[in-house]
């Protein structure tokens, strides 16, 4: 723990989760947002340096595969392992060198990410197996894609199976999420070669947030009377409290309501919609941005003292999306599917302080 930088006991579940790993089991995990999930894949080699260590050899040379869905998520991943003395990689971007480096067990890196798009690739697959004596499992984050992505436009979810072959033998898999019913874990498990995977799970309720259902009122098709009767509050608190005000979420589910919330808001508010120093205190976040302007929105508003404090955006604002103190979630219109909905929700509240995630849905949707 004191090499990773963690100043807190691990909780049961997650030092279960490392016991089974160890033992060379697959494991499923299934815990609340928030919870701490990736302390297990930063924490395994370090348990697994131990384990292989003698007195006469101080072992360094374990190494987490991890899968993760977005690019933004593992920079993301990259940048707060960083902060705790972790070294990773993306495995794409690995030189010669380092690959040498972490074949002769000379390497300081612990964790090589890789999107399922690359593990597709034979050059990738290649160096997993130079390196398959050195890592000691696989993990899956966020593995309710698996489900959610794999069935329609990322097939690639498909093929992580494989990866067992290319591995040694009885090395352990974990798929990770916030998301699953039995129904779903049963799916990513088989598609994952899981069955029979150990199961860790807690209770996912989150009592300190409170959801309301809000029904569209009818306003004869006035757009802005609508948005005030759902994002008044917003606007008042902005501005009372400008770059203070609390952070607030709003998903909804096509661009077009994006861009119309967020126009709302520029005639609301006006020059009030910049702090003091002209940054804005409301952006959109969609799928058609480029990558450096979603960076740049995504680490405003994960900043604890940033000016961004309001986010209109589609269902691409989510995964590697990591801001504690987010006071409101805001669902404009039912998303997709109930996971989404859970999986949208629960980026409020992570600090464990008070917050809200109301819902507006029509009448008949209702």
């Known amino acids: 723990m004191e090499m990773c930088k963690y100043n807190f006991?691990?909780?049961f579940e997650q030092l279960q989760a490392i016991y089974y790993l160890s033992r060379g089991k697959d494991v499923f995990v299934h815990l609340r947002t928030g919870f701490?999930?990736?302390?297990i894949y930063t924490l395994f080699p370090y348990v697994c340096d131990a384990l292989r260590s003698?007195?006469?050899?101080?072992?360094?040379?374990?190494i987490v595969v991890l899968i993760s869905p977005l690019i933004s998520l593992m920079d993301d991943q990259m940048a707060k392992m960083a902060e705790r003395g972790i070294h990773s990689v993306k495995l794409t971007d690995l030189k010669d060198r380092q690959v040498e480096d972490l074949r002769r067990g000379k390497s300081n890196i612990k964790i090589a990410l890789l999107s399922p798009e690359a593990f597709t690739s034979l050059t990738v697959r290649e160096t997993l197996?130079?390196?398959?004596?050195?890592?000691?499992?696989v993990a899956i984050d966020e593995a309710h894609c698996v489900l959610q992505w794999g069935r329609d436009f990322r097939s690639a979810y498909n093929e992580l199976k494989d990866i067992r072959a290319l591995m040694m033998a009885g090395l352990p898999i974990t798929a990770l999420t916030a998301t699953a019913n039995c129904k779903t874990m049963n799916y990513i498990t088989a598609k994952l070669d899981m069955e029979g995977c150990i199961v860790i799970k807690s209770s996912t309720n989150r009592p300190n947030i409170f959801y309301k259902?809000?029904?569209?009122?009818?306003?004869?098709?006035?757009?802005?009377?609508?948005?005030?009767?759902c994002f008044g509050f917003v606007v008042e608190q902005l501005l009372q409290h400008n770059?203070?005000?609390?952070?607030v979420i709003i998903y909804c589910t096509s661009t077009n309501d994006c861009a119309t919330i967020y126009e709302f808001f520029e005639n609301a508010l006006g020059s009030n919609i910049y702090d003091n120093a002209n940054q804005l205190l409301v952006n959109m976040y969609v799928k058609v941005m480029d990558d450096r302007t979603k960076k740049d929105i995504i680490a405003k508003f994960t900043k604890p003292d940033g000016p961004l404090r309001v986010v209109v955006c589609s269902?691409?604002?989510?995964?590697?999306?990591?801001?504690?103190?987010?006071?409101?979630?805001?669902?404009f219109k039912f998303p997709d599917t109930l996971m989404q909905f859970v999986q949208e929700s629960g980026r409020v509240g992570r600090d464990g302080e008070a917050s809200k995630s109301l819902l507006f849905v029509g009448g008949r949707e209702f």
Do not use: W, Y
């Open 36 to 39: 701490g999930k990736s302390l």
């Open 54 to 62: 003698s007195p006469n050899n101080d072992c360094r040379s374990s």
């Open 243 to 247: 770059d203070k005000a609390d952070k």
């Open 213 to 229: 259902v809000c029904i569209l009122p009818n306003c004869q098709g006035d757009d802005d009377q609508l948005f005030q009767s």
């Open 129 to 137: 197996r130079e390196l398959k004596e050195h890592i000691v499992c």
């Open 315 to 331: 269902s691409a604002f989510g995964l590697g999306v990591d801001c504690p103190n987010v006071r409101t979630v805001v669902h």
């Open 9 to 11: 006991l691990p909780k």
